[in-house]
């Protein structure tokens, strides 16, 4: 009887000091270190998950900028590079009424954005400087050509700005 006792209670300090790991191993179950090795695991899926829907979203609003920047007037180079400009204008209805304007003496205007939300108007474009340069000449005769008339590119946001013989 007191080998039996001793029996239980070398049986039950050896469960008290293994803890439930030296039972689940026996059993089959994970053990304690397999159970964190497998939240570190769904830990590092999830982060991974979330990164990549962070991405996705990101490549989503690039689209969404990209698809409303083209509905908006922005430029690419499909009309040409170089845009000989004739007017900027905060207020959209003065570039409407310049874009007719120029429609209704025979020209072929352009309309797009700045980022500083102003709107231009271009006569034409063209992919060669020295057309553009050219083309800007002819028009500063026009009627209503404005003291200030330059050359944008498109590529580079860089411009030639010619001022008028009245501005000294």
């Not at 083309?135 to 050509?145: G, H, L």
Request: proline content about 2%; charged content about 30%.
């Amino acid at each position: 009887m007191r080998n039996l006792r001793l029996a239980a209670v070398l049986v039950f300090a050896a469960a008290l000091l293994t803890g439930c790991d030296f039972f689940r191993s026996i059993v089959g179950k994970p053990t304690s270190k397999d159970i964190e090795r497998m939240r570190q695991e769904e830990l590092a899926k999830a982060r991974k998950q979330r990164e990549q829907d962070s991405i996705d979203r990101i490549n989503a609003l690039k689209l969404q900028e990209a698809m409303a920047k083209e509905k908006e007037g922005y430029l690419d180079e499909s009309a040409g590079r170089y845009h000989v400009v004739i007017g900027s204008f905060r207020v959209s209805d003065n570039a409407e009424k310049m874009y007719s304007l120029l429609e209704r003496e025979g020209y072929k205007p352009f309309k797009f954005k700045f980022n500083n939300g102003f709107e231009a108007v271009s006569v034409a474009a063209f992919d060669n400087y020295r057309d553009a340069l050219d083309q800007m000449y002819k028009v500063m005769e026009f009627q209503y050509c404005p003291d200030d008339i330059w050359v944008y590119d498109i590529r580079q946001n860089l411009h030639e700005k010619y001022q008028g013989q009245n501005q000294q």
